[in-house]
């Protein structure tokens, strides 16, 4: 007898079908691993990899691998032998609706549910059978004799739809020569993500700080790990995106010092991998902790920004601002003594003693991925005690496309300390300066700066005409 190809492929998948249906069911929990490895990304995303103990029978088996992440990518997982002979995967299922009344009573439509309910006059109870006729904006229910809506009464069910869990699921079914052996497990998931925080403790002559850095996890993967082996990836990775974004979540870190020690770091490709040697437990629906780092007595410079506009060059005005405030700015370098190291990107909170020693918070700046030797400039707030006026003193058009204006800006320090406040002005076009009481310098083909130096409670005026062509 000849068998065409497309029927024999036909018999072969029926018989599969059948044969995957018969095949006998092992099921393995979180008791079951032996070790697990989190690597967690800055953009929710994490690379799970458990190794689980399992008896496999010989021939077909469904393999149900519970507690997994909620949020796994079912494509990217992977399951493979790491001792005993090696098995063959023939099809695998990633079952996340989860066993819930609701959920129990949808799975049930079309078939059939015993009502219980209690006799109206005495304790004995009734049962009746019912066919579920609709369970989703109401529960339609009927009877031998009528049609009910709602539930009259509790329901009973005969049993739990296979493919309905009470946790997440990852069946497979695989042809495994039996016997005991271990297997790894590794998947992407969503719902996990890390950022870093840091709290910076100036001194009390404001010229150093204390540099503590904090890894703030966030778990919401629908998954716990217990005594995991934790990494970082610090750095952007390129994903094909889905449509809708996805949420991260995670809390600000306590500011006490961070006690450092078991925190390494590599470089991995073009990111940087950062790993703790002690294990640790991520429990599902929880932010935790870290520390990272610690750095002491971390020498920090002081600077007072007055930034100006490149519109100010193209009309003519008159006072521009009173007691404009300059803004505050901290800098240090990330190299010397406990730091060097790559920073990942994060928010660092500066708090600065009182008279009486109480640490008070004075702003905070966010960071970004920052190499070893690079600098770090932190943006706090505004001057208090310094302030400024800026006017316009002179305006007059040349031509169509060039101008020329004068400008006066005085300083003012109210402080009890000497201070350099640097003025910036941004200059549209091609300028040259005509006249200045304070040299200038250069910093870009764009950029005009001045130090202006102020004693205590002294003042400065700064005076300077500039020629501009657009």
Do not use: C
Not at 338 to 352: F, M, N
Not at 421 to 427: M, N, S, Y
Not at 446 to 469: C, F, M, Q
């Amino acid at each position: 007898m000849h068998v065409k190809p497309v029927a024999a492929a036909m018999l072969f998948a029926a018989s599969l079908v059948q044969a995957a249906e018969q095949a006998r069911e092992i099921g393995s929990t979180a008791a079951d691993r032996e070790a697990v490895a989190v690597t967690v990304y800055n953009d929710d995303l994490a690379l799970v990899k458990e190794r689980r103990k399992l008896d496999l029978p010989a021939g077909l088996a469904r393999l149900s691998l519970r507690e997994v992440a909620a949020q796994m990518r079912p494509e990217t997982a992977l399951l493979r032998a790491v001792s005993g002979q090696p098995f063959s995967l023939i099809e695998q299922n990633f079952d996340f609706d989860l066993l819930t009344p609701q959920k129990l009573l949808e799975k049930y439509v079309g078939r059939q549910v015993t009502v219980i309910r209690p006799h109206p006059t005495t304790d004995a109870e009734r049962r009746e059978s019912a066919t579920v006729l609709a369970a989703g904006q109401g529960t339609v229910l009927r009877f031998a004799d009528r049609i009910e809506t709602g539930v009259p009464g509790r329901l009973a069910f005969d049993s739990v739809p296979a493919n309905l869990r009470d946790r997440p699921t990852l069946s497979v079914l695989l042809d495994a020569p039996g016997g005991r052996q271990s297997v790894e497990l590794s998947y992407l998931t969503s719902g996990l993500a890390w950022k870093a925080d840091y709290v910076a403790n100036l001194s009390t002559d404001g010229k150093s700080l204390d540099l503590n850095g904090w890894v703030t996890l966030t778990n919401r993967s629908g998954a716990g790990f217990d005594d995991a082996t934790l990494q970082l990836v610090a750095g952007t990775v390129n994903r094909v995106r889905s449509p809708q974004p996805q949420l991260a979540y995670a809390m600000a870190p306590a500011a006490a010092r961070a006690k450092v020690g078991e925190t390494t770091q590599e470089a991995l490709m073009d990111y940087h991998l950062y790993s703790f040697e002690r294990p640790t437990s991520i429990a599902d629906n929880q932010t935790k902790q870290l520390a990272l780092l610690s750095a002491a007595a971390v020498p920090v410079r002081r600077e007072y920004l007055l930034a100006g506009n490149d519109w100010y060059y193209r009309e003519r005005y008159g006072q521009i601002g009173q007691k404009l405030k300059p803004a505050v700015f901290l800098e240090f370098d990330n190299k010397g003594g406990q730091l060097g190291k790559p920073l990942p990107a994060g928010v660092v909170r500066v708090y600065a003693r009182d008279s009486k020693g109480a640490a008070q918070f004075v702003g905070e700046d966010r960071i970004e991925h920052t190499a070893k030797n690079e600098k770090l400039k932190l943006r706090l707030g505004e001057a208090f005690d310094i302030t400024a006026d800026r006017k316009q003193t002179n305006y007059r058009r040349i031509a169509d496309n060039l101008s020329e204006s004068s400008w006066r800006i005085e300083l003012r320090n109210a402080k009890e300390e000497a201070v350099t406040v640097r003025v910036q002005e941004p200059l549209p076009g091609d300028w040259e300066m005509v006249s200045e009481s304070h040299k200038h310098s250069k910093e870009s083909a764009r950029i005009a700066a001045w130090n202006i130096s102020l004693a205590p409670g002294d003042k400065a005026v700064l005076e300077y005409t500039v020629r501009v062509k657009w």
